[in-house]
């Protein structure tokens, strides 16, 4: 099928049905023999879905009446088009060409001279990119850009820009294979320019490579992590013989590099959703590690753990995942302003469970890819409040001392958006 018809797929599975990106995009790549088309396909996805808001609003100026029901994919394939105008270097015959015949391969013959006459008209008319509301100008929806103005006054504009930029990769070597001074030289020998980062283990590669190229990767020498998330297994500090819990661990990056960190601990994963699960049995397999991987629930411990308390809990809590929008950037379009509420309560609940599993002398560390408040310092202001045995421990990275956790923001060091605060179990 077209690779055209195969993007409008995704962007139909995400938007009309709520499917995540990362879900989606791979289903339709499966039907793509070359990388190139695996890629584009990929560049299409992911810039409909950064651009939406503009991208829809140039499409439906240009419509008579709204595509309703199952016609809407013929609407995602418009977006798809117009975004091929508007932010890539193909040619507008070509793009106009083969978005018209998906449009055929997707069985709407009768909607052909729509699409032809809509893109047409885009590219004849070449009207600006769309700034008439803060949606259209900063393509984020109204409820984010209201709370990220209320968290970060001064730079919440430069928040917004840094999340729509390109991911870099990160490779976090491991050092049970080898110092990271050697995996540079290593990956210096391939001629694959990177840097180190500054938690221990992290390697910032100058630009994204196919893991198939990197020395040793099949036989566990380095992983892929983003940087800021390289940083929980050295804030825990994990000791010899402990028994550790790492909460909601899928899809297991934490976990193993907790046991690289210190391959003599006793770590039990966890995570509720058994099909994420998998891939923390897949990533311990790669690696050669071991860990007692187990479904379940980290907000009712006692119906799965029969075990002693634990020396140290990694919890990185379920949360809206705002920190990650370059890398998840449907995460604008599936997240509801709702959920961060729910989403608090939440992390409540689990959290106050895991402190009583918990060691006297203990350390919970408490993580986030969100970048909001409610989900972070204010959380954790909230459980110290009522918590009277939990001391919150200044983290040396932060700012200020005085904050409550360090809070990363995108692109703070090439890093993706996070959240930390270590506590001790008086």
Known sequence: MNLRALAAKVIFQVLEKGVSLSVALPEQQQKLCSGKDKALLAELSYGVMRHLPQLDKLVSDCMNKPMKGKQRIVHQLLLIGCYQLYFTRIPSHAAISETAEAC????????????????????????????????????????????LQAAYPETWQQVIEQ???????????????????????????????AT????ANAILLDSPKDVAMLPGFADGAASVQDGAAQWAATLLAPAANDLILDACAAPGGKTCHLLETENSIDLVAVDFDVKRLERVQQNLDRLSLNAKVVHGDAANIDSWWQGEKFDRILLDAPCSATGVIRRHPDIK????????????????QILDHCWQWLKPGGTLLYATCSILPQENAEQISAFLARTKDATLIPIAQQPNSDDVGWQITPGQDNMDGFYYARLIKG
């Open 104 to 147: 055929r391969q997707l069985k709407f013959e009768g909607l052909v001279k729509v699409v032809n006459g809509v893109l047409r008209n885009l590219q004849r008319n070449q009207a600006p990119l769309p700034t008439d509301n803060e949606t259209l100008a900063f393509n984020t929806p109204a409820w984010i850009i209201k709370r």
């Open 333 to 348: 379009w599936l997240r509801k302003q709702t959920d961060i509420e729910e989403l608090a309560t939440l992390q409540s």
């Open 163 to 193: 999340s729509h930029q390109r991911p870099p990769m990160w490779l976090r070597n491991n050092q049970l294979s080898q110092t990271r001074e050697q995996y540079l030289a290593q990956l210096t020998n391939l001629e694959i320019p």
């Open 196 to 199: 180190e980062g500054s938690s």
